[in-house]
C-alpha cells in the first residue's frame, strides 16, 4: 500500500475493502470491540463522571494558559539539561530533527509510537535524509514491514490478522506458517534488540510534559519506549504544544485515565518519567535529550472558539473503538494520521478544511464517541460545526445547499410543504428513486422507503382543524 | 377508539391517588418523516395519547423540526425551521413528538439556534417530549417507583402477550434524551417479550444525509444490526421511524437479493415467518394498550 490514501478519498472504496474482506473485518471488529468492553469495565470501577471532569477541566486549564505554561516548561527543562526546539509547522518539525542527527552524525534511528511523528511524516522525511528508521513497537514494526500507515492511534496494525502476520514473518524472517504469537513477538525482539544496540537516535512523542518539572510522560505496555529513549546516545521527544500539564502531581491521574481509556488496564506496563540527559555517575540514558514542540496548526485551533476543544484529546483511541462509522472502514479510510472520530474533528484543524473533506461528514452523528472521551470533547458538536464552516466555505455540493435552501423554504410554508410531501408519496421510488438527488444515495444499498398510503397530517379528522 | 374509563381508573390507580398532576391537553408534532412514512403510528401515538385521558392538538403550522439541516451543517435553514416549528407550537404546554431525533433536535439544539436568531418563541425546549418518554414521565403509567419494577413492571395492557420484540434505541433518544429504559419498560407493562439484542444501542447506520452521502458505509452498520438478530422475534421496533426506513430497507434489499420473501411492516405478529415486522413503538404501544 505504497500509494497512500489522502481525506478525499473517503467513502465507498474503503468500506467495500472492509465488507468484502471478512479477515480484516473480523479483525478490526474483534480488537476495537475488545478494546471497548476492556475500557467499560475500567472505567466502571471509577467515579467515571468525577474523574471525566477532572481531566476536562485539568486539560482545559492549561490549554487557555499556554502562554504561561510553554515558557514554564522550557525553563524547568533547561534546569533539566534538555534542548529545547520549537517548530511551527510540520516541516520545520522534520528539519530539526534531522538537523539533530545530521549533528550527531546519526545513522540508525529507532522510533518509539508516537501519532505527532506519524502526523508530521517524520519517517519520510528522515529516510530522505539518508537515516535508517526502525520502528520499534510491534504494531508499528509490522506496518513498517508492510508499508502501511497505522489504522489506529493506538493498535496501528489491528486491522491485521495473526494470518496477515503469520505470513509477514514467514516471508521475511522464514519463522513457519503456523507460529504462535509468542514465537512471532520473540522474532521481532530479537531483530529488534540489534537495532537497539546499533541506534545512534530514539525519537519518541509524549504522552504527557509537566511544566514546572519538564517531564516526560511517555506510557506503553511493550518496553520498546524506555529502550529507545535510554539506549541510544541522543533521544528527541517531539511534543504537541497541548500535552502540557501544569504539574507533576497531574501526570498520576491522567495516565490513568488514558490507560483505561485506551485498553482498559489501570496503568500501562511501563511508564517512563523522563527528567533529562544522564547525569554523572549514573549509569544509563541518553547523553542528549531534545524536546521538539511542535504547533503543526495546534494555536490556529486554540483561536477558534469551538473547535479548540479537541485539543485536550490525549490520543486514547476510546472513540474509535466505540464508533460504529470506524468500524465500518477500519483507520486507512480516514486517508491521514489520526482516524476514527477525532481524527475527523483534528483533520480541519491541521490539515485545513479543504483537505480534511469529507471527513467531518464522515459520521452518523450517533454520539457514541462523547460518551467515553475521557476529557470529555463535544465531539459530535465539533463535527457539526466543522460541517458548518464547510458550508460557509462553499466546500459542500452547490445541490446540498439548494436543497436545503428549498426545503428551508418550503418548511416556511405548512401547505407548500404538505404538497411536497404528497408528491414524495406519490413518486414510483423504487423506481425513480435512482435519479432523484438525494435517494440516488440511498438505492442500491437498500430498498427505497415506503410512505404511507396518505399522510398522516391530511387524515380527514385533522384536516378539519386545519388548512 | 372510544376512551375507555376502565382503563383509565387502572391507570390512575396505578400512578397513585395523589400523583402529581399531569398533562391533560398536548399538541402532536407528527413530524416529517413519520408523518410522511409512519402515519399509521401518528396515528396510533394520537389514540394513545387520548385513550389516556390526554386531550391532542394536531396544530397548523408544523412541517420539519430541521434536523437535517443542522446535522449537514446548513445552520441557517435549520434556524428558519427551528423558528417556524417554535412558532407553531408556541402556544402548546406539552409538545409530543413519536421521534427521539426531532426531540433530540429541539431539546438539545434549538436554545443556541434560536437564541442566535432571537425568535420571540424561546423555552419550546423543555416542553418537547418523546413518546415513550412522555408517557413515563409526565403522564406517569407506569407509576413512580417504575424503574424498581425491572422485569415485572406493572402491568397497564395485555396486547402484546406473547409477541416477541427487540427494541432499536436510535442514538439520539437515548444519547441526547436519555431516554433508555422507558420504551422497553412500556412494551413489556403491556405483555411484549422484549428480547435481548446484542449492540440494541449501536447506530442502524441512518444518520439522515450520512445514510445518502456514504451508502456503503451506513449500510454496513445496518448489517451488523442485522446479523445479531435475534431468531424468532415477531418485531424489530424503535421510537425513531428514519431508523426503521434504514434497518428495514437494508432488511428488504438484503431480502430480495436472496430471493427471499420481503418482511412486511404490517403489525401483526407472525411467528411462523422468520422475518420479523419493523413497525414504530406507538403502533405496538397502541395494540398493547388496547388503544
Not at chain 2, 387520548?50 to 408544523?62: C, F, K, R
Not at chain 2, 426531540?103 to 434560536?114: C, E, K, N
Not at chain 2, 408517557?135 to 417504575?146: A, F, I, N, S, Y
Request: hydrophobic share 40%.
Amino acid at each position: 500500500m505504497s500509494e497512500r490514501s489522502r481525506p478525499s478519498d473517503y467513502g465507498a472504496e474503503s468500506a467495500r475493502i472492509v465488507r468484502d474482506d471478512p479477515g480484516m473485518r473480523t479483525s478490526i471488529t474483534g480488537a476495537v470491540r475488545s478494546k471497548h468492553e476492556k475500557r467499560q469495565a475500567a472505567w466502571a470501577e471509577i467515579d467515571a463522571e468525577a474523574w471525566r471532569d477532572w481531566a476536562r477541566d485539568v486539560k482545559t486549564h492549561v490549554l487557555t494558559h499556554l502562554d504561561r505554561y510553554l515558557p514554564q516548561a522550557e525553563d524547568a527543562l533547561l534546569r533539566n539539561g534538555v534542548k529545547v526546539h520549537w517548530a511551527e509547522t510540520a516541516a520545520q518539525a522534520c528539519d530539526v530533527v534531522t538537523r539533530i542527527a545530521a549533528d550527531h552524525g546519526a545513522r540508525r534511528v529507532v522510533k518509539a509510537k508516537s501519532m505527532l511523528t506519524e502526523e508530521i511524516g517524520l519517517n519520510e522525511s528522515l529516510e530522505r535524509a539518508g537515516l535508517e528508521v526502525r520502528e520499534t513497537d510491534l504494531g508499528e514494526y509490522i506496518i513498517q514491514l508492510l508499508d502501511e500507515p497505522p489504522s489506529h492511534i493506538v493498535g496501528p496494525s489491528l486491522h491485521r490478522s495473526l494470518e496477515d502476520c503469520r505470513r509477514l514473518f514467514h516471508d521475511r524472517f522464514g519463522t513457519p506458517l503456523d507460529a504462535s504469537p509468542e514465537t512471532l513477538a520473540a522474532t521481532a525482539r530479537r531483530i529488534l534488540r540489534d537495532d537497539f544496540l546499533q541506534a545512534d537516535m530514539g525519537v519518541s512523542g509524549a504522552n504527557f510534559l509537566a511544566a514546572d518539572t519538564g517531564t516526560i510522560a511517555l506510557i506503553e505496555n511493550e518496553g520498546n519506549i524506555r529502550i529507545s529513549t535510554s539506549i541510544p546516545p541522543v533521544h528527541v521527544a517531539v511534543v504537541g504544544i497541548e500535552k502540557l500539564v501544569p504539574k507533576f502531581e497531574d501526570l498520576a491521574g491522567l495516565i490513568q485515565l488514558t490507560a483505561r481509556s485506551a485498553t482498559g488496564q489501570a496503568i500501562g506496563n511501563y511508564v517512563s518519567l523522563i527528567q533529562g540527559p544522564r547525569r554523572p555517575g549514573e549509569r544509563d540514558g541518553p547523553d542528549e535529550v531534545h524536546v521538539v514542540f511542535v504547533d503543526n496548526g495546534r494555536t490556529r485551533l486554540l483561536a477558534d472558539e469551538h473547535a479548540w476543544e479537541v485539543l485536550r484529546c490525549v490520543r486514547c483511541g476510546a472513540c474509535l473503538n466505540s464508533c460504529p462509522v470506524y468500524r465500518q472502514t477500519g483507520g486507512h479510510a480516514y486517508g491521514w494520521a489520526y482516524s476514527g472520530p477525532i481524527g475527523a474533528i483534528l483533520a480541519p484543524g491541521i490539515l485545513g478544511l479543504e483537505a480534511a473533506m469529507p471527513l467531518p461528514f464522515a459520521s452518523s452523528l450517533c454520539g457514541a464517541c462523547a460518551e467515553v472521551c475521557p476529557v470529555r470533547i463535544p465531539i459530535p458538536e465539533l463535527l457539526v460545526y466543522w460541517r458548518e464552516r464547510a458550508v460557509e466555505e462553499g466546500l459542500t455540493p452547490t445541490v446540498d445547499g439548494v436543497a436545503m435552501k428549498v426545503w428551508a423554504a418550503l418548511a416556511e410554508h405548512p401547505g407548500a410543504f404538505g404538497v411536497a410531501s404528497d408528491v414524495v408519496g406519490a413518486l414510483p421510488l423504487e423506481g425513480a428513486g435512482r435519479k432523484l438527488p438525494v435517494l440516488r444515495g440511498w438505492m442500491g444499498e437498500r430498498a427505497a422507503p415506503v410512505p404511507s398510503p396518505e399522510r398522516f397530517l391530511n387524515t380527514s379528522s385533522r384536516k378539519e382543524e386545519g388548512t | 377508539m372510544p376512551y375507555s374509563d376502565a382503563a383509565s381508573a387502572r391507570l390512575s390507580d396505578e400512578r397513585g391517588g395523589d400523583a402529581p398532576r399531569s398533562p391533560t391537553r398536548v399538541a402532536f408534532f407528527a413530524t416529517c418523516l413519520a408523518d410522511r412514512f409512519f402515519a399509521d403510528a401518528c396515528a396510533d401515538a394520537v389514540r394513545i395519547l387520548e385513550h389516556l385521558g390526554v386531550a391532542v392538538d394536531v396544530p397548523d403550522g408544523q412541517t420539519c423540526c430541521g434536523q437535517p439541516a443542522y446535522n449537514a451543517g446548513h445552520r441557517a435553514e435549520a434556524t428558519r425551521m427551528a423558528r417556524q416549528t417554535a412558532k407553531a407550537f408556541a402556544a402548546a404546554d406539552h409538545v409530543v413528538l413519536p421521534s427521539g431525533s426531532c426531540a433530540g433536535m429541539i431539546r438539545s439544539f434549538y436554545p443556541s439556534l434560536l437564541r442566535a436568531a432571537k425568535s420571540g418563541a424561546p423555552g419550546l425546549a423543555p416542553r418537547a417530549h418523546e413518546l415513550s418518554s412522555f408517557l413515563v414521565h409526565e403522564l406517569g403509567v407506569l407509576g413512580p417507583d417504575w424503574r424498581d419494577h425491572e422485569g415485572d413492571p406493572p402491568r397497564i395492557g395485555a396486547g402484546l402477550e406473547g409477541v416477541g420484540v427487540v427494541y432499536h434505541h436510535g442514538c439520539h433518544a437515548l444519547r441526547e434524551l436519555g431516554v433508555h429504559d422507558e420504551p422497553v419498560a412500556l412494551l413489556r407493562a403491556c405483555g411484549a417479550d422484549v428480547v435481548p439484542w446484542g449492540g440494541d444501542t449501536e447506530c442502524c447506520g441512518f444518520g439522515g444525509l450520512f445514510s445518502t452521502k456514504f451508502p456503503e458505509v451506513s449500510s454496513g452498520m445496518a448489517d451488523r444490526k442485522l446479523d445479531a438478530l435475534p431468531p424468532d422475534i415477531d418485531f424489530v421496533t424503535s421510537a425513531d421511524g428514519g431508523c426503521l426506513l434504514q434497518l428495514s430497507g437494508r432488511a428488504r434489499h438484503l431480502a430480495r437479493e436472496d430471493g427471499a420473501q420481503a418482511p412486511s411492516a404490517s403489525p401483526t405478529p407472525r411467528t411462523s415467518n422468520p422475518a420479523p415486522g419493523f413497525v414504530h413503538l406507538a403502533t405496538l404501544l397502541r395494540r398493547g394498550l388496547g388503544a
